[in-house]
């Protein structure tokens, strides 16, 4: 999702589970050929802003700890 100040991402249209046995480690933004990644724990929201990204190419990726790497 685009912002005034940047890029938020959420995992899910039902939010992911972050619980300590199944949980997102890494959310990471892909903006024009630089990547940016913010780094979650169990307990946290399966969401992550990255202030001041713009750009015209954008991908999120996300590691599961039980399902692997998922990008869109």
Known sequence: ???ANGIKV???SVPHPMEAKHYIEWIE???D???LRQFLM???APTAFFEGA???TVTA???CN???LWKA
């Open 1 to 3: 999702e685009k912002t």
């Open 10 to 12: 959420t995992i899910g």
């Open 29 to 31: 933004l892909l903006v």
């Open 33 to 35: 050929g630089k990547a």
């Open 42 to 44: 169990p307990g946290d």
């Open 54 to 56: 713009r750009g015209d």
């Open 61 to 63: 990726r996300e590691y």
């Open 66 to 68: 039980l399902h692997g």
